[in-house]
């Protein structure tokens, strides 16, 4: 069953230096853990030459899928740490990467547990965030004549339009929230006294801002 969740609209990137080590955070979307470990690679590809890539994901509507790496850090000291922070955020379907070129000091374990934290908590200030919801896609074919009313009743009722197409008559597409479905049919049979019949074609996510 979909469900509405919360994650970034674009990768966000963000540096801190303590200590004269280079922390480099992104946050990058990913939609499977599959797209998750491949966006992974490309930033070790990107950064072979740094000291370490460590991450953090949360994949999943439910957040079912949750990994981290501490990539030669010392164990529980940066992955541990980003993906708490994560999980803080409320988001999904994203992955924290940090990489970092050691500055030649010593940050002990405490240090290099707030530099991770820090990390992704300044990249997750400047990432845009999205809400995705899911909608029923509805689909119906309305006379010229009746398409202004209906528009624009539709559009009064919350819908949001998907896409329209003038042929011998209007062949439009509409986003319903799946709490509006039952009414939005009704609506319909009413200004069109039952002669336009709307049809679901399925379900799809759409994205809008979280304020």
Sequence with gaps: ?????????????TEIVIKKSRFIGRLLRAET??????????VKKRHWDATHNCSAMIIGENREFMRCSDDGEPQGTAG?????????SGLTNVLAVVTRYFGGTL??????????SASVAETLKTAEKIRRAPYAVYAME????LWGKIESQVLGAGCLPKGMEYLSC??????????????????IRELSSGTVVPRKTGEEYVESPTE
Excluded: H, Q
Aim: hydrophobic share 50%; proline share 6%; net charge negative.
């Design 1 to 13: 069953m979909m469900r509405e969740y919360i994650t970034i609209r674009e990768p966000a990137e």
């Design 33 to 42: 853990p599959e797209e998750g470990i491949a966006a992974l690679e490309a």
């Design 80 to 88: 541990v740490p980003m993906l708490e922070a994560l999980k803080m």
């Design 107 to 116: 940050l002990g374990a405490g240090g290099l547990v707030r530099a991770y």
């Design 142 to 145: 309305v006379p010229f004549k």
């Design 170 to 187: 209007v062949a439009a597409e509409f986003y319903v929230g799946m709490e509006k479905e039952e009414r939005f049919c009704d609506l």
